[in-house]
């Protein structure tokens, strides 16, 4: 047992797991990644090969939807992390390794950054194929109160407790128009499989079957639209918007040869894309937040500025969220700017 075990009484249980109950000797586990979640994850070596020990506590996580998800995913032939043995008890899953080269540096090289990104919309595509109905329906939906419960993240823990806004009843009420048109949107596009976090930080570089996916157990039936923004606006890094149009329209054109009744009209197909952007990205500001002061993870305020970019942007290209816009360039934009300030200096 090694030092950080000793300090550590999962890891120790995990050790003793691995050793005991599988058969694996003295493993000796290095922290692979964290996420957003209470979840972590560790790597290490047997022999030739090398495998992942997922441990998510089972007072704050739950591993049941990972284990059906990655199960789903794999029939529908991704290339996600293959479960080799489970104690849903105890919180541990032990994976094979899809590796350590994330997309996110990868996308640097921009000679190499287009076949990236074609090989992620490809398994994306695959996975809306695969996932409409019926083959995806025990899946929770992404519905109203769903997609509205993620936006009030944004009031509380953005708008209240990153910048200190105090709203009044209006101001609440504008808030909640803008809120049902982007809910109004999202649940008048088609539905299909929805991973919630197809981005660039779960997605991994691959010899074969290019991308590894990761991070899906959150995944639902959905917006078709909704995996495709979070790619192509992703919020650790920013492609160009003539990048993004193509590349989002031409997606479109594949859904259209695969039979969903997705809008034909560009401008359409991309009003719909824009908004689910939009409630994604407002969410996404509350998570962040939450994470800073809440969980004590302050790296993902260093993201809260390139999001919010995205809200600005989408808010004021849109007549139904004009007022919205209007609020943020005079209420929040020196508030954020300060609060970043006070935050992270």
Not at 205 to 225: E, M, R, S
Not at 240 to 257: F, I, K, S, T
């Amino acid at each position: 047992m090694n030092e950080c075990s000793v300090q550590d009484p999962r890891l120790a249980e995990i050790e003793r797991w691995l050793a005991g109950d599988l058969g694996f000797g003295s493993a000796a586990l290095a922290p692979a990644s964290s996420d957003a979640s209470f979840r972590r994850y560790f790597r290490f070596r047997h022999g030739d090969e090398s495998f992942i020990v997922m441990d998510a506590p089972p007072a704050k996580e739950d591993v049941r939807p990972f284990l059906r998800v990655a199960a789903l995913l794999a029939e529908w032939g991704l290339n996600v992390p293959r479960v080799l043995a489970s104690d849903v008890d105890r919180g541990w899953v032990l994976l094979t390794d899809l590796g350590s080269r994330q997309y996110l540096a990868a996308l640097a090289d921009p000679v190499r950054a287009p076949a990236l990104y074609a090989d992620a919309l490809a398994a994306l595509l695959r996975m809306q194929v695969a996932g409409r109905a019926p083959a995806a329906e025990h899946l929770p939906r992404y519905d109203r109160d769903a997609l509205l419960r993620e936006m009030a993240l944004f009031a509380q823990w953005f708008l209240g407790t990153h910048l200190g806004l105090d709203l009044d009843g209006s101001t609440r009420a504008m808030i909640d128009r803008a809120f049902d048109v982007l809910v109004d949107s999202a649940l008048g596009q088609p539905v299909s499989f929805v991973h919630r976090d197809y981005h660039s930080r779960n997605l991994m570089v691959t010899a074969a079957d290019n991308p590894g996916i990761l991070d899906f157990q959150d995944a639902v039936q959905g917006p078709v639209t909704y995996d495709l923004v979070s790619l192509l606006k992703d919020c650790y890094l920013v492609l160009p918007r003539e990048r993004v149009r193509d590349w989002a329209l031409g997606h479109r054109d594949r859904l259209l040869r695969q039979g969903f009744p997705v809008a034909a009209d560009d401008a359409v197909f991309l009003r719909g894309f824009d908004l689910m952007g939009l409630q994604r990205h407002l969410k996404v500001l509350g998570i962040f937040c939450r994470l800073h002061y809440r969980d004590g993870k302050v790296r993902y305020l260093h993201d809260l500025p390139r999001v919010f970019t995205y809200v600005r942007e989408v808010a004021q290209a849109h007549p139904e969220t004009a007022e919205f816009a209007d609020f943020l360039e005079t209420r929040v934009v020196s508030g954020f700017e300060a609060a970043q300030r006070r935050a992270i200096g």
